[in-house]
């Protein structure tokens, strides 16, 4: 069982900037496809930004240029720094793990790929 722990949310105005971190003590993130994803009340879980094994990375259009993915596989962290705020990227952020095996580039972004999720960490934008 892989457990991930965010941190890094908070509450933020129109245009600044954040950095989630999703640690995983114990685990070794080279063997996991990593993955971001948010969801916003009355909406479904959307995903946001995915890491691959061997580093390809992929964003959701709605915040590509905005958002970074990026791993430290030697601190087990995975990070999503966000650039740029707007008030529409309010929601609760997860962090997700897939073992390599299950990784799909085209499923990065897919919830049904990931098998360990994080508790989440609130992100609140003001305009």
């Known amino acids: 069982q892989v457990q991930l722990v965010e941190s890094g949310g908070g509450s933020v105005q129109s245009g600044g900037s954040l950095r989630l971190s999703c640690a995983a003590p114990g685990y070794t993130y080279g063997y996991y496809c990593m993955g971001w994803f948010r969801q916003a009340p009355g909406k479904e879980r959307e995903g946001v930004a995915g890491i691959a094994s061997d580093g390809f990375t992929t964003y959701a259009d709605s915040v590509k240029g905005r958002f970074t993915i990026s791993q430290d596989n030697a601190k087990n962290t995975l990070y999503l720094q966000m650039n740029s705020l707007k008030p529409e990227d309010t929601a609760m952020y997860y962090c997700?793990?897939?073992?390599?095996?299950?990784?799909?580039?085209?499923?990065?972004?897919?919830?049904?790929?990931?098998?360990?999720w994080g508790q989440g960490t609130q992100v609140t934008v003001s305009s």
């Open positions: 997700a793990a897939a073992p390599r095996p299950s990784c799909r580039y085209w499923l990065l972004l897919r919830h049904v790929m990931y098998s360990y």
